[in-house]
């Protein structure tokens, strides 16, 4: 099982970034896939999932209605789309797929002027 995020980077207050993930190892139509950030010296935290085939997202109180989830499962990739962004979205974010307990290295999110 491997997850390879990318798409971070440094943008700045108000800004956008689209993060990918592409998945292998396993069935990816078959999981829920998540977003995971962890930002220093916090807790990783959940900010998004969605469902494997009927799509249905959740979002943390934190980043609904800036952030969406997305998921191409004849690509084996899961998108998070962030939007008017904040200092506090700064962190590290994870791809992760419910059950299956593996981390990829992450990519990193830094907001800021």
């Known amino acids: 099982v491997q997850f390879v995020e990318s798409g971070g980077g440094l943008v700045q207050p108000g800004g956008s970034l689209r993060l990918s993930c592409v998945a292998s190892g396993f069935t990816f139509s078959s999981y829920v896939m998540s977003w995971y950030r962890q930002a220093p010296g916090k807790e990783r935290e959940l900010v998004a999932t969605?469902?494997?085939?009927?799509?249905?997202?959740t979002y943390a109180d934190s980043v609904k209605g800036r952030f969406t989830i997305s998921r191409d499962n004849g690509k084996n990739t899961v998108y998070l789309q962030m939007n008017s962004l904040k200092p506090e979205d700064t962190a590290v974010y994870y791809c992760y797929a419910q059950g299956l307990s593996v981390w990829g290295q992450g990519t990193q999110v830094t907001v800021s002027s």
């Open positions: 969605i469902t494997n085939i009927r799509r249905s997202t």
